[in-house]
């Protein structure tokens, strides 16, 4: 998990919620909210993850339940589904449930956020640099270039290319539409959700392309992708479908 400057820490007003969208992620669940936890309790921030799950038969909401009981039910808010409906509502569902000021954290953004007043800062797996670049010499944004590991090729290819599609006929701005690790000011994320149509995969490339033609600010920080440590991906070839036609709607719509 990338640090954060005590100099650059959020003040005690701020709350940050996470939104984890969910299904069969027993294994995975315990290590992603440890993890989060071990920094938020860190650096003194204030925190709560929200766990969306939909109807996972493997259990996932029996352990998101002890782990509430671990952590505490203000920290861990497990709030299911019925059944599988889609990533994109899942964080429609889990928006509704969030107490802080900014939902989706990863510690260096919240550098760019303050330092240039940013509606949205995403991680992006395809740069080098952040976006905009810090005035200062002084300061210093991300761990380095961004970069993925444990994909196998096809799947780099069916990221990239899905990338290059959308940059290529939307002209979004920045890097990296597909990626889901992002920090948002909780008003300007509940303006956009209102908005969207999508539910699936192209849920994540609606909302920056929708943001860039309401004329929110986004900054984007170079992040290393790891693959999960258990399961397996849930991109379906319906989703690259869905997706393909999404950017073709988003062109002609937006």
Same mark, same amino acid.
């Given at each position: 998990?990338?640090?954060?400057?005590?100099?650059?820490?959020?003040?005690?007003?701020?709350?940050?919620?996470?939104?984890?969208?969910?299904?069969?992620?027993?294994?995975?669940?315990?290590?992603?909210?440890?993890?989060?936890?071990?920094?938020?309790?860190?650096?003194?921030?204030?925190?709560?993850?929200?766990?969306?799950?939909?109807?996972?038969?493997?259990?996932?909401?029996?352990?998101?339940?002890?782990?509430?009981?671990?952590?505490?039910?203000? +920290?861990?808010? &497990?709030?299911?589904?019925?059944?599988? #409906? /889609?990533? *994109?509502?899942? =964080?429609?569902?889990? @928006?509704?449930?969030?107490?802080?000021?900014?939902?989706?954290?990863?510690?260096?953004?919240?550098?760019?956020?303050?330092?240039?007043?940013?509606?949205?800062?995403?991680?992006?797996?395809?740069?080098?640099?952040?976006?905009? +670049?810090?005035? &200062?010499?002084?300061?210093?944004?991300? #761990? /380095?270039? *961004?970069?993925? =590991?444990?994909?196998? @090729?096809?799947?780099?290819?069916?990221?990239?290319?899905?990338?290059?599609?959308?940059?290529?006929?939307?002209?979004?701005?920045?890097?990296?539409?597909?990626?889901?690790?992002?920090?948002?000011?909780?008003?300007?994320?509940?303006?956009?959700?209102?908005?969207?149509?999508?539910?699936?995969?192209?849920?994540?490339?609606?909302?920056?392309?929708?943001?860039?033609?309401?004329?929110?600010?986004?900054?984007?920080?170079?992040?290393?992708?790891?693959?999960?440590?258990?399961?397996?991906?849930?991109?379906?070839?319906?989703?690259?479908?869905?997706?393909?036609?999404?950017?073709?709607?988003?062109?002609?719509?937006?």
């Amino acid at each position: 998990m990338p640090s954060i400057d005590a100099s650059t820490a959020p003040s005690g007003a701020d709350k940050y919620s996470v939104i984890l969208p969910t299904y069969n992620e027993r294994k995975n669940l315990p290590v992603i909210v440890w993890l989060l936890a071990k920094t938020f309790e860190s650096k003194g921030i204030q925190w709560e993850i929200i766990v969306v799950d939909d109807a996972s038969p493997d259990g996932t909401q029996e352990v998101a339940k002890q782990l509430a009981g671990i952590y505490g039910e203000d +920290k861990v808010v &497990l709030k299911p589904r019925a059944g599988k #409906l /889609g990533l *994109g509502t899942a =964080y429609v569902h889990g @928006l509704n449930f969030c107490t802080g000021n900014f939902p989706k954290f990863i510690p260096e953004f919240i550098k760019l956020q303050k330092l240039h007043n940013l509606d949205i800062v995403t991680g992006t797996r395809y740069s080098s640099t952040p976006s905009p +670049k810090p005035s &200062l010499d002084s300061v210093s944004i991300g #761990l /380095g270039p *961004g970069g993925v =590991y444990g994909w196998d @090729l096809k799947r780099k290819l069916v990221s990239r290319g899905a990338n290059y599609l959308a940059d290529t006929v939307l002209r979004p701005g920045v890097s990296d539409l597909t990626g889901s690790f992002r920090l948002y000011r909780k008003s300007v994320i509940q303006d956009i959700i209102s908005r969207c149509t999508s539910k699936g995969y192209v849920f994540q490339m609606e909302i920056i392309v929708r943001a860039r033609s309401l004329g929110y600010t986004v900054g984007e920080v170079p992040i290393t992708f790891v693959d999960r440590i258990y399961g397996e991906s849930k991109l379906s070839g319906n989703e690259i479908v869905g997706y393909a036609k999404g950017v073709l709607s988003l062109w002609w719509g937006v």
